[in-house]
């Protein structure tokens, strides 16, 4: 559901995206980039889930919980429009946008509500940035967009060496501490050129972490709902907890990923995107693509497999039917695949005790796996 635009010219209107880890980075850039104020509401926390939860029914799965208390706080905190991704297809996310739309209504707040449809490609995000800017300058929304763009790959490469070094770290936190400083120097890069200035030293800053180049790491893909995997929130902090453990991570599904499927032409890619990896890797476990991140979550258990990862670790929300399948192909996978898999089924009830009790004794079942199997070879040598 798309609102007209009310405009005071003697003011620049507040746009709130909902948060989903660190992209409001990204958003933040490319609507300053076309006159409009981002408005970033407070971090997702305890509080955000508690409005959420409240005003929405009970079997819906927590990123919408999240989504819903995200545009509550950003309303009260003097946000003019609220901004909904949303998707084509077999996904409830389709259908969320009229839901958030109409609850906030009921609630009594007058929101603005636009949405921002992603499939539609380039052309998606030319008309949002459009109709928010009120501006039909090709040249400056194709810079918006661009700037846009190039920040979500430049985070999701800071997130790959931030778990490079968080797994190797002499002094718990100090990967992180740094990583939150090459942050804010992305942040601050409004141009392309500046971007790339930044890149360098936001690298160089996460670098100064001290690491143990010998300690054993265990090396595990994250898969799942890309909402869950993506967002420190609702997945309680699962890169940390590993890393702590001595585990480097990999997001198979990353908003970078998404945007190569969704936005960028394939005439542009040099390479085989994830849903491409997805269509040819999940058959013979499932032919078709049957709404989320189904097929890609199946097909990313072959491919940490081939690559030799010692797991993986699946993260669904409670209710999200497409990663219920997911998990119910994973026991058929399991005779023809010796990665060891750990589901992760998460909502507003899931305890943390219990939550860190489970990721240990999957880390020491993997350190004890990849100890027998280097035995093995050590043996045989």
């Known amino acids: 559901m798309q609102m007209a635009i009310k405009r005071n010219k003697n003011k620049k209107i507040k746009v709130a995206f909902p948060h989903m880890g660190t992209i409001s980075i990204a958003w933040a850039a490319g609507l300053r980039k076309v006159g409009v104020e981002p408005y970033v509401p407070p971090y997702t926390s ?23 208390g995200n545009f509550i706080e950003a309303i009260e905190g003097g946000a003019d429009y609220v901004a909904m991704i949303t998707s084509p297809g077999i996904c409830r996310l389709g259908e969320y946008g009229n839901n958030i739309y ?4 009921d609630l009594g707040y007058n929101a603005n509500y636009i949405e921002l449809s992603l499939y539609d490609g380039i052309k998606g995000l030319y008309k949002f940035m459009r109709e928010i800017s009120g501006k039909n300058d090709p040249i400056l929304i194709l810079r918006a967009i661009n700037i846009t763009i190039r920040k979500i790959f430049v985070i999701d490469d800071l997130d790959k060496a931030l778990s490079y070094y968080r797994a190797r770290e002499l002094k718990y936190g100090d990967a992180e501490k740094n990583y939150k400083k090459a942050l804010k120097l992305i942040d601050k890069a409004d141009s392309t050129r500046e971007l790339g200035k930044a890149y360098d030293l936001a690298l160089k800053e996460i670098e100064k972490t001290e690491i143990d180049p010998n300690r054993e790491v265990l090396n595990v893909d994250l898969t799942g709902e890309i909402f869950l995997v993506n967002d420190e929130f609702s997945n309680q902090n699962i890169e940390r907890e590993l890393g702590r453990m001595g585990v480097q991570t990999r997001r198979s599904l990353t908003v970078g990923s998404f945007l190569k499927d969704a936005i960028i032409p394939k005439a542009f890619q040099n390479k085989e995107t994830h849903l491409q ?3 040819r890797m999940a058959k013979p476990y499932l032919m078709r693509d049957i709404g989320g991140d189904a097929l890609e979550c199946v097909s990313d258990v072959v491919f940490a497999d081939v690559k030799g990862k010692d797991g993986i670790i699946h993260i669904s929300p409670f209710t999200c039917m497409p990663e219920i399948m997911s998990q119910n192909i994973f026991p058929t996978m399991r005779m023809e695949h010796e990665i060891p898999i750990l589901p992760l089924i998460m909502d507003e009830q899931t305890g943390r005790a219990g939550y860190i009790t489970r990721l240990e004794a999957f880390v020491d079942l993997m350190r004890r796996k990849k100890r027998a199997k280097e035995g093995k070879n050590k043996t045989r040598v």
């Open 46 to 68: 305890k509080k955000t889930l508690s409005y959420g939860t409240k005003n929405s029914p009970e079997a819906i799965c927590l990123p919408y919980k999240l989504i819903l």
């Open 102 to 105: 109409t609850t906030l209504k």
């Open 277 to 279: 990896r997805a269509e």
